[in-house]
C-alpha cells in the first residue's frame, strides 16, 4: 500500500512543501530549517498546517 504526500505549510516562514506521509527521517523546512515531520515508525507525525493531500501519480 502506497503513502500519501501531503502539501505542508510551515507554520514559521509559510513556505509551502511536500511531504511523504511516511517519511523514515526528520523532514525540515527548505527554507527555515524547522522540523515539519517526524518520523514515528509508520505514519509520520506532522507538526505544521497540512493544507492539501497531493495525489499520488
Do not use: W
Request: glycine share 10%; proline share 2%.
Amino acid at each position: 500500500m502506497a503513502g500519501n504526500f501531503y502539501s505542508v505549510r510551515c507554520g514559521d516562514c509559510e513556505n509551502e512543501q511536500t511531504v511523504f506521509g511516511k517519511a523514515s527521517t526528520e523532514v525540515a523546512c527548505a527554507v527555515c530549517g524547522t522540523t515539519l515531520a517526524r518520523p514515528t515508525g509508520g505514519k509520520a507525525e506532522i507538526e505544521h498546517e497540512i493544507l492539501e493531500t497531493v495525489e499520488s501519480r
